[in-house]
């Protein structure tokens, strides 16, 4: 069994800020990638940021500058630092790995069950 957990969600005025974290657990071989994606009301998801195993970052254009993603040296958490927040980053926040279980030889995609990050105006 994997899993991801996330914490570190809430509310928060505009300007502030708030540092996600995720912790994958469980029969872990390996961890590959690993990401933070959010969902807007009334929205699709987006990729918000990612991360490889080597550190290597990815930014959506709206939170480049404002957002930093990185990793635990063990590699099983990362950790999504959001500076100078607006409204229009509000949604949930869901933690995405790609993982390879020791139950398995391939990897797969696992996701958390989502934080609520709130910014008001």
């Known amino acids: 069994q994997v899993q991801l957990v996330e914490s570190g969600g809430g509310l928060v005025q505009a300007g502030g800020a708030l540092r996600l974290s995720c912790a994958a657990s469980?029969?872990?071989?390996?961890?590959?990638?690993m990401g933070w994606y959010r969902q807007a009301p009334g929205k699709q998801r987006e990729l918000v940021a990612s991360?490889?195993?080597?550190?290597?970052?990815n930014y959506a254009d709206s939170v480049k500058g404002r957002f930093t993603l990185s990793r635990d040296n063990a590699k099983t958490s990362a950790y999504l630092q959001m500076n100078g927040l607006k409204p229009e980053d509000t949604g949930v926040y869901y933690c995405n790995a790609g993982i390879i279980a020791t139950t398995s030889i391939a990897e797969h995609d696992y996701w958390g069950q989502g934080t609520q990050v709130t910014v008001s105006s």
């Open positions: 469980g029969r872990i071989f390996r961890i590959n990638a």
């Open positions: 991360i490889t195993r080597g550190g290597s970052t």
